[in-house]
């Protein structure tokens, strides 16, 4: 073989090293643009989604905002909405068959977010604050809408216990000014099992955790934040928590591995957590949750404040 000849098969195979060198550099270039193009698109369909939950509740923030201040009331009917706040602390809403000082009021406190943070049959008691922000109801979401889960809790033996709602409704019934109330709100319908259950849920739409320090600063108030609650939520971005814990009240809004995702909002009054309620410190929580045993002690911290200013 001629040196010409050798050089030439030479050159041919280092032509084809380059090409390939050449090749695989573009395909990895490729797919770095690629994957950044899915990113950059997820992205959009996310803020996207946001903005339309944001638009659902007159929150009038765009949606690449991930943090939000709640508005200061959710559109309701104000009529509607005081008979429901009667009868959260009615005892009608009950039967013989359990106490008659149980009223919604008693396992639902108001003054602590909504809750009593104590175990009824199994489960904590859920926050009724900011209940209308949710896309299901019940421990593993499987009830659809505030309706379906304010008329269970008064028919059901183990909460309200006011039997059928039809029941209800005539013991109600018996109380003419009540009645004359339904009339005037709900036309000659009245007062029916069906609008017992709507009037408590206008009530819930007026139940709001809003006005915190969170608030504030998400309206652009930044000294209404400390600095290690700025850094908490830094470590909430990077931890990826939003990707369970978002909308309007961080969370509330899926279902993980058949548990429903609570709302992070208000979480700072409450005095036990998880479902079952067997965690009663804040702190311990964190490291249960996802990518978060991995978390520095003082991330660990800041990511604590931070969610007790919600």
Known sequence: MTRRVKWSIAAACAGCVLAGALFFLWHQRARRLAAEAARLQAEAEAAAAREAVYRQFDIDMPGTRLFVPLPPVLSHNYGRAGIGRKL??????????????????????????????????GVLTRPVHNAAFATSYLHDGSLPNLHAVVGMMI??????????????????????ALAARFKFEYGEKGLTGSNVV?????????????????????????????????????????????????????????????????????????????????????????????????????????????????
């Open 88 to 121: 959260f602390n009615d005892r009608r809403l009950t039967s013989s068959r359990v106490s008659q000082s149980l009223v919604c009021g008693a396992c639902h406190w108001l003054g602590a977010g909504g809750t009593d943070s104590r175990i009824h049959h």
């Open 155 to 176: 028919e059901h033996p183990h909460f309200s216990g006011g039997g059928p709602l039809a029941g209800v409704a005539a013991r109600l019934a018996e109380d003419a």
């Open 198 to 310: 709507d009037a408590v849920v206008e009530y819930l739409k007026t139940l709001l955790t809003d006005g915190t320090p969170y608030d504030f600063w998400c309206a652009g108030h930044a000294e209404r934040f400390s600095p290690e609650q700025r850094r908490g939520s830094e470590v909430f971005l990077a931890a990826k928590c939003m990707d369970c814990h978002d909308g309007p009240v961080l969370g509330a809004r899926k279902v993980s591995r058949g548990r429903k995702v609570s709302a992070l909002r208000g979480l700072g009054l409450r005095k036990a957590y998880l479902t079952e309620g067997k965690v009663k410190d804040l702190d311990a929580v964190v490291p249960l949750m996802p990518r978060g045993d991995a978390l520095p002690p003082e991330d660990r911290k800041a990511l604590v404040e931070f969610l007790k200013a919600l």
